[in-house]
């Protein structure tokens, strides 16, 4: 079948870094993406791997090892604004597109 | 470009009722979405389009049905709504640009059934 699994949960304090975790399980994967999503609003787009390795954009990072099934997103320099669900997504090469049941990220002062 | 648009933004249906949410993008994208968003969970894939008059089932099709027209629409049809249909739906569309697959989403349709 196919799954993603991301913590449900993470909490951290502004200014520090936190890395959240993704593993997936499909065929035909073509790549992985990363969205952000606060309360009441729509997902926006952050990160996408199709290569294994590490994608930077700006205070984020994206990492993906197609071998171990497995990526994450790192924030760093943590803002209240960063407090959202945090959504791991993957396409397959069919166009389909899967996503993980989010994780809440939480930045405390 | 207004990107994606979504109509209408809030609706309450009565149960056995029927409507059509409507989705238009004006990106020129080949790849259109259909996800419900129950609340504190993940989005779920409905039904999602490659390219004009092709669709395809996603994860929770059953009491809808799309159509794909053209690049630019994306309508998705509710036969007969039901409680277990209160939800957001979020239309998105995206293109294949290099190596990123990156979904640009409407604002959604928040549909309550009762």
């Known amino acids: 079948g196919q799954s993603l699994e991301q913590p449900s949960e993470v909490t951290a304090v502004e200014g520090a870094i936190v890395q959240i975790n993704c593993t997936y399980q499909?065929?035909?994967?073509?790549?992985l993406s990363w969205y952000q999503q606060h309360d009441g609003g729509a997902p926006t787009f952050l990160s996408y791997?199709?290569?294994?390795g590490l994608e930077e954009t700006g205070r984020f990072s994206s990492f993906l090892s197609r071998s171990d099934s497995y990526g994450y997103l790192l924030l760093q320099e943590l803002q209240m604004k960063d407090s959202a669900s945090y959504f791991c997504?993957?396409?397959?090469?069919?166009?389909?597109?899967?996503f993980g049941d989010g994780t809440t990220l939480t930045v405390k002062p | 470009n207004a990107g994606v648009t979504q109509t209408p933004k809030f609706r309450i249906l009565k149960i056995g009722q029927s409507m059509t949410l409507q989705c238009t993008q004006d990106?020129?994208?080949?790849?259109m979405y259909w996800y419900r968003q129950d609340p504190g969970m993940g989005l779920k894939l409905i039904y999602y389009?490659?390219?004009?008059?092709?669709?395809d089932k996603g994860e929770v099709p059953n009491g809808y049905n799309v159509s794909r027209s053209t690049t630019e629409d994306f309508p998705l049809r509710l036969e007969l709504a039901a409680p277990s249909q209160t939800s957001v739906y979020f239309c998105?569309?995206?293109?294949?640009?290099?190596?990123?697959?990156?979904?640009?989403f409407g604002p959604g349709t928040r549909l309550t059934v009762t």
């Open positions: 998105a569309s995206s293109n294949l640009k290099g190596q990123t697959y990156e979904q640009y």
């Open positions: 499909t065929s035909g994967f073509y790549g």
């Open positions: 791997n199709a290569l294994d």
């Open positions: 997504a993957f396409n397959t090469n069919a166009g389909k597109s899967t």
């Open positions: 990106m020129n994208h080949n790849y």
């Open positions: 389009s490659v390219g004009a008059g092709i669709t």
